[in-house]
């Protein structure tokens, strides 16, 4: 008999075999069930976004703003601006202007002998950084979404008035 044969009998043998456990399992203890929660048939609820209150041409501009500043100028001008354009626009001024202090500060250090080899390799990633974000940020702006950029964003609410 050849070995793939005996093995065929062998699987053909312990399958016929039925097992059993012995022994006992623990009762559960008794716990209460918390009631599942009632199911949802309506329509899925949306959260609400700033595109539904704000113009298209204007969310334009503030969503431009964020790559092109001067155009985040342009939108504090309008005396008939939302809330959330007025932020918008501030948060990217800000930002802005931030990545062009952290860009002149690391070009300081850099002209320092010693000190400036540790930003020397930070330097060139500067500008790229920033435009990336500012696209991230102006893309997430056109969609309606609430943008937060961490430090900012804070120091900008501080600022204006509640809306």
């Known amino acids: 008999m050849c070995p793939g044969c005996r093995l065929a009998q062998k699987i053909d043998a312990a399958s016929r ?4 456990l012995h022994g006992e399992v623990p009762p559960r203890p008794n716990r209460q069930a918390a009631p599942p929660p009632p199911p949802n048939y309506g329509p899925p609820q949306q959260r609400p976004t700033a595109s539904i209150a704000v113009r298209t041409e ?5 969503a431009l703003g964020y790559p092109f ?32 202090g952290f860009g002149f500060v ?8 010693v000190l400036g080899w540790s930003a020397w390799p930070l330097l060139p990633f500067v500008v790229p950084f920033a435009f990336v974000a500012n696209v991230i940020y102006g893309f997430k702006t056109w969609q309606g979404e609430d943008v937060r950029i ?3 964003t804070d120091l900008v609410e501080e600022r204006l008035p509640a809306a």
């Open 150 to 152: 961490p430090i900012i």
């Open 106 to 113: 690391l070009h300081a250090i850099s002209a320092i002998p």
């Open 17 to 20: 075999v039925q097992r059993e």
């Open 58 to 62: 204007t969310r334009a501009l503030i």
């Open 69 to 100: 500043w001067p155009l985040a100028l342009i939108a504090l001008l309008d005396s008939k601006a939302s809330g959330f354009v007025k932020k918008q626009a501030w948060q990217s001024l800000a930002f802005n202007f931030g990545m062009y």
